[in-house]
C-alpha cells in the first residue's frame, strides 16, 4: 500500500492551495484518513482527519479555514485550504489506516509529504 501526495506549493498569504493523497496497492478497505504537517524546528502535528463515515476533525488553528473530504471510490482524501497564513508553511503527511485486501487488522500508512509555503 501506497499514499501519493500532490499540490504543494508556494502561494502568498490569504491564498489557497488543494492538497491530493491517493492511495493505491492491494486495498480492502480504508478507514481514517488525515493530513498532518512538521514546519522546521517543530514537531509533526494534527491537521484534520476524516472517518469513513465522513465526520471530521480539525486542528483548532485551521477551522474555518481548512476542509477534509475525501472520495472513497478513488482512495483519496483532500485538504481544502482557504486564507492560507505564513505560520502554515509547513511540509504536509497524509496519513491513513488501511486494510490490506484479505487482511484483518488496519495498518498505518504515511504519504511523502509535500512542501505548502506561504509568503509574499
Known amino acids: 500500500v501506497q499514499l501519493q501526495a500532490s499540490g504543494g506549493g508556494l502561494v502568498q498569504p490569504g491564498g489557497s492551495l488543494r492538497l491530493s493523497c491517493a492511495a493505491s496497492?492491494?486495498?480492502?478497505?480504508?478507514?481514517?484518513m488525515g493530513w498532518y504537517r512538521q514546519a522546521p524546528g517543530k514537531q509533526r502535528e494534527l491537521v484534520a482527519t476524516?472517518?469513513?463515515?465522513?465526520?471530521?476533525s480539525y486542528a483548532d488553528s485551521v477551522k474555518g479555514r481548512f476542509t477534509i473530504s475525501r472520495d472513497n471510490a478513488k482512495n483519496t482524501v483532500y485538504l481544502q485550504m482557504n486564507g492560507l497564513k505564513p505560520e502554515d508553511t509547513a511540509v504536509y503527511y497524509c496519513?491513513?489506516?488501511?486494510?490490506?485486501?484479505?487482511?484483518?487488522?488496519?495498518?498505518?500508512?504515511w504519504g511523502q509529504g509535500t512542501q505548502v509555503t506561504v509568503s509574499s
Open positions: 496519513n491513513a489506516r488501511v486494510r490490506r485486501r484479505g487482511w484483518v487488522l488496519y495498518n498505518e500508512y
Open positions: 496497492g492491494s486495498i480492502g478497505s480504508i478507514g481514517n
Open positions: 476524516i472517518a469513513g463515515d465522513g465526520s471530521t
